[in-house]
């Protein structure tokens, strides 16, 4: 039989911290809270001599109910708990239970006759408790199971604990409670912490009209939590809260977190109000300057779509900025892709969009860069989107930092990479081309058939080395809208004047466009694949522009531009995709890249095909 912690209740009740107690869970009840639609459970607590009926489970630990560890007649080792007076006349407190041992099971039916500490009859709280006041979180004697996190220039043994029963202060009033011990169910507290990213300033149009917000996200010694500016709060709180520094934070309200947009490890977020008394801090007590959970690139292949996570790798290569059209609003964006890769033998296409695109300095050459907080997708293979309160910096000054750019140093740059934008195929990494990935997935011609590449509901990608056999110059180029975006093919209105349909005017100029169809073949077979305006220039070796003029004034040379080209050979990266044209469905390849040969990488990857043969035999 357990020995349950006599006289435990009304201690924490009297506001006095008790360490580990041993408590019997007698009565337990579901409940919704109709302000989040969270579930919580409220329990009846029992220490051998009394009752009290009103303690809540912390949500994280709600598993424990849906799994049936916890349940009426559970003994427990109450490690880390809140205690709130609600109200003082009829004194009414609420345990939080926010971590606990379950120790065993005792039929409830045995235990001793009680003197029920309920709203109706316990001893009313010390009077130092006022109303609505927190008493501080009893701390464990042994820190929780920690999870894997660094932190910024300190090691694991460096980093400060929270004390277990001394507050480390107050501000405005209210005593300094740790991020991690943060609930809805608090009034009066305060944080300080320090502010580790913070957002552009947003607007937003709703049912309830148009206005702006911003977000940042503080650490201290115990976690990380969200906060969130509407409106005035925007206003007031913008400038002054800066990366890096330390506040002190209060009366800010608390609601359960939306997973959506929030990533960080906590149920909870912060949202500022009228009310909300925000004051820098010059003593930072050794608060940690970022909170990571690292992942290899290799471990992309095992997390899902629209997750987060924390990457650090070398840049090796860097592609222009480019503007996409999206369409569901119909609004430009910039965008830039980066290739990283890092000492687990793998790569990833990482993705800046707007002023982040814009801003990074592509002559940093290959630079170490850390992303807190990336979006993975999985389109075409593993990447990622770095999101507005992603947090990038370059060559950061921690030990992962270090090790990966010696490895990269030391050969890394020159070793077989696993390409997981790319459908996770092996291609080296030694390119020396700015193409976001280089060449990957690598097939004969003959395999687009015999694999049914682009039969799919999605285009599939693979690169293969082929020959030109023909390139076919009948309709191979149009007369084009010169205006900025628009490729639309112009009519000559035989007055000087082009007409472009889509955008609604006559022009007095035009531009060529190319669309070239080529017959490819290697060593096993042939197939048609079309190029587009660029990779159409590089297998022509010409201008379009200049293609044109010799199409309206030296035929010959036209024609003969076009017999040039064949049996080069090329390292075409080639699209298949089903569809239907005339009522009739078939297959369409047509190249997304088209490069020279490199012979020293051709050498590379066939040596690298015969080492696995060999293996295989």
Request: net charge neutral; with cysteine; charged share 25%.
């Amino acid at each position: 039989m357990f020995q349950l912690s006599k006289g435990s209740l009304k201690k924490i009740l009297d506001g006095t911290n008790v360490t580990d107690p041993i408590l019997q869970i007698l009565q337990m009840k579901n409940i919704q809270n109709n302000m989040d639609g969270m579930t919580r459970y409220k329990v009846s607590l029992f220490d051998g001599e009394t009752q009290h009926t009103f303690g809540i489970l912390a949500t994280q630990q709600n598993h424990l109910v849906e799994s049936n560890q916890l349940k009426i007649g559970s003994i427990i080792k109450l490690e880390e708990y809140a205690a709130n007076v609600l109200s003082k006349d009829p004194p009414k407190v609420v345990i939080i239970l926010l971590n606990f041992e379950i120790l065993g099971h005792m039929d409830p039916n045995q235990k001793q006759p009680t003197n029920q500490a309920n709203e109706s009859n316990f001893n009313e709280p010390s009077k130092h408790l006022q109303n609505n006041e927190n008493i501080e979180p009893n701390k464990p004697k042994q820190p929780q199971q920690e999870k894997a996190k660094n932190f910024f220039n300190k090691k694991d043994a460096e980093v400060e604990k929270p004390s277990s029963n001394n507050p480390p202060g107050t501000f405005n009033g209210f005593k300094i409670f740790g991020i991690s011990s943060l609930n809805p169910y608090q009034n009066k507290w305060s944080i300080k912490a320090r502010v580790t990213n913070k957002s552009a300033i947003r607007t937003y149009s709703n049912a309830r009209g148009e206005g702006k917000l911003f977000n940042i996200e503080l650490i201290d010694n115990t976690g990380e939590i969200r906060a969130n500016g509407f409106n005035e709060q925007c206003d007031k709180f913008y400038e002054m809260l800066q990366i890096d520094r330390v506040y002190h934070i209060s009366k800010a309200t608390l609601k359960t977190a939306n997973k959506q947009y929030c990533k960080l490890d906590n149920d909870y977020e912060m949202t500022f109000n009228n009310e909300t008394q925000i004051e820098p801090c010059d003593e930072a007590d050794n608060l940690p300057h970022m909170s990571l959970n690292l992942v290899k690139l290799s471990d992309l292949t095992n997390r899902a779509a629209n997750d987060f996570v924390d990457v650090i790798g070398v840049v090796k290569s860097v592609g222009d900025v480019t503007t996409i059209v999206t369409k569901a609003t119909n609004r430009e964006l910039k965008k830039r892709e980066l290739s990283i890769v890092d000492n687990s033998g793998c790569a990833v296409t990482a993705t800046l969009w707007g002023k982040q695109a814009e801003d990074y300095d592509a002559a940093d050459g290959n630079p170490v860069i850390l992303l807190k907080g990336a979006k993975v997708g999985d389109y075409n293979g593993k990447n990622l989107s770095v999101a507005s309160t992603t947090v990038i910096q370059i060559n950061p000054d921690i030990p992962e930092a270090h090790t990966v750019r010696g490895w990269f140093d030391q050969g890394g740059c020159d070793s077989e990479i696993q390409d997981l934008s790319n459908q996770n195929t092996m291609t080296s990494s030694n390119s020396g081309s700015a193409n976001i990935g280089g060449h990957s997935n690598w097939k004969f011609l003959d395999q687009l058939k015999d694999e049914k590449l682009g039969m799919g509901d999605k285009a599939d990608y693979f690169s293969t080395k082929a020959y030109v056999l023909y390139a076919k110059k009948d309709n191979s180029m149009y007369m084009a809208c010169p205006g900025e975006n628009c490729n639309k093919k112009v009519v000559d209105q035989n007055d000087g004047t082009y007409r472009c349909e889509k955008c609604s005017r006559n022009y007095p100029n035009f531009k060529w466009r190319m669309i070239l169809n080529l017959n490819l073949a290697d060593f096993a077979d042939s197939n048609w694949a079309t190029c587009f305006q660029e990779t159409a220039e590089t297998i022509l070796d010409i201008r379009t522009d200049e293609l044109g003029e010799l199409k309206s004034s030296n035929s010959p040379r036209f024609d003969e531009i076009f017999t040039e080209c064949a049996f080069k050979e090329f390292n075409f990266k080639l699209r298949a995709k089903m569809e239907t044209y005339n009522d009739e469905r078939r297959v369409k390849v047509s190249a997304v890249t088209v490069e020279p040969i490199d012979y020293v990488q051709s050498g590379r990857r066939m040596l690298q095909k015969i080492k696995q043969f060999a293996e295989n035999q």
